[in-house]
């Protein structure tokens, strides 16, 4: 990964940036808060009032597990991508373009490297906050009943840095803020059709590859094995789907940035 980073562009000083979002957040605390409730309405919602109707599902390893165990973690991993995204994407956007904010900091000896981990580590503190938040919920509900879940907020750390580096990298590429709806329209298809809400054997076989394919539906994988103990090694493959997603995020951002602002 070194010889894809830009040559002189780490310094070491990636946490001033973290710090520097946490002074900012003090000031926009409810708009920072608000972004937790979205998935507790959808679990109160549809697990609580369809599941009703719905009754049961088959969980990873077979055994029939409540609508609303089956969809909370989803809801869980939806959370953790929302917080990494939106961070890393709208408030970057506007740092980059319009605040020069990038600008100011390369005067100083922070490289283009320790902007972008310092601005991924943010986002990433950011999902972690709504993940750790919405765990409480489903614990609140008795929907984790396996003490693999402790390991739920580890793995929606890694789902956060991953979304958060490829969002960032992404937002490196867009000219205004008209382009943002392209982030709309891969996050929200990604967050309906990611077995969120239905089991993968509903789609047709064609259908199925493309989903498992998408990053949130690995996410998905993670977290339902985790917090219902059905815990296998192809969860693995998930993991690494996540490591080749922040090792490509993260190169492709400060190589965006050393192009953008240092050339």
């Keep these: 990964m070194i010889g894809f980073l830009p040559r002189g562009g780490y310094a070491g000083r ?18 920072f808060v608000s972004g937790f409730f979205e998935p507790v309405f959808y679990l109160i919602a549809m697990g609580q009032g369809l599941g009703s109707l719905v009754g049961t ?23 953790a991508m929302n917080g990494a995204v939106f ?15 990038y600008d100011a900091m390369l005067a100083t000896p922070l490289g283009p490297v320790d902007i972008a981990l310092g601005e991924i580590g943010w986002a990433l503190i950011r999902g972690g906050l709504y993940a750790l ?10 929907l984790l009943t396996s003490p693999w879940a402790l390991l739920a907020l580890p793995a929606a750390l890694i789902v956060a840095f991953a979304f958060a580096a490829v969002g960032m990298a992404a937002t490196s590429f867009m000219r205004s803020w008209q382009d943002f709806d392209l982030v709309t329209l891969a996050i929200l298809p990604m967050f309906l059709f990611s077995t969120t809400f239905f089991p993968l054997s509903v789609y047709p076989p064609v259908l199925q590859t493309v989903v498992q394919c998408l990053p949130l539906y690995h996410a998905v994988e993670l977290m339902r094995g985790l917090t219902t103990g059905a815990v296998h090694v192809g969860m693995l493959g998930n993991l690494a789907y996540f490591a080749v997603m922040i090792v490509l995020g993260v190169a492709v951002t400060s190589r965006r940035l050393d192009r953008l602002l240092l050339r």
């Design 133 to 142: 938040g919405f765990l409480s919920v489903m614990a609140g509900f008795g």
């Design 57 to 79: 599902l088959p969980g990873p390893d077979g055994a029939p597990i409540s609508y609303a165990a089956f969809i909370a973690p989803g809801l869980l991993a939806a959370s």
């Design 87 to 101: 961070d890393s994407t709208f408030n970057v956007f506007f740092k980059l373009k319009y605040a020069k904010l």
């Design 14 to 31: 990636s946490l001033v940036l973290l710090e520097r979002s946490a002074l900012i957040s003090r000031r926009g605390w409810l708009v």
